[in-house]
Nanobody, 127 residues
Framework: QVQLVESGGGLVQYGGSLRLSCASS????????MAWFRQAPGKEREFVAAISRRGGNTQYADSVKGQSTISRDNAKNTVYLQMNSLKPEDTAIYYC????????????????????WGQGTQVTVSS
C-alpha cells in the first residue's frame, strides 16, 4: 500500500521560509515522479512543483518560480519543497503526490496524472 506522509508545515511570518518533506513507503520511489500541489480555502487544488524520477527535470508553477525549490533523496524515499520569501497568498494545505513513470522524463504538472496522494500539511503565512 502506497503511503505518502507530509510534514514541515506550520505558521510562519511574511518573508519567512519553510521546508516541507514527504516520506513515502509501499512503492519503488525511484520509479515515480513526485510533485507538490496546494489548495487554499475555497479554491481548486493547484500545481506547485514537480521533479522527475532521478531529479534531473523539474517543473514549477509561475507563482512559485524563484521562490521554491523541489528536491528528492531517493535513498531516503523522500521529496522536499523548500519555500522562501513566503507570502500570505501561499497559505494553503500542501499535498505530496506520486506518478509512476517508465522513464526519467519531464514530470507532469497535471493533477489527474498523479495517482497517489498524501493527506497534506497546512502552511499558514501571517502578514
Amino acid at each position: 500500500q502506497v503511503q505518502l506522509v507530509e510534514s514541515g508545515g506550520g505558521l510562519v511570518q511574511y518573508g519567512g521560509s519553510l521546508r516541507l518533506s514527504c516520506a513515502s513507503s509501499g512503492l519503488t520511489f525511484s520509479t515515480y515522479a513526485m510533485a507538490w500541489f496546494r489548495q487554499a480555502p475555497g479554491k481548486e487544488r493547484e500545481f506547485v512543483a514537480a521533479i522527475s524520477r532521478r531529479g534531473g527535470n523539474t517543473q514549477y508553477a509561475d507563482s512559485v518560480k524563484g521562490q521554491s525549490t523541489i528536491s528528492r533523496d531517493n535513498a531516503k524515499n523522500t521529496v522536499y519543497l523548500q519555500m522562501n520569501s513566503l507570502k500570505p497568498e501561499d497559505t494553503a494545505i500542501y499535498y505530496c503526490a506520486a506518478d509512476f513513470r517508465r522513464a526519467d522524463d519531464v514530470p507532469s504538472t497535471l493533477r489527474l496524472q498523479y495517482e497517489n496522494w498524501g493527506q497534506g500539511t497546512q502552511v499558514t503565512v501571517s502578514s
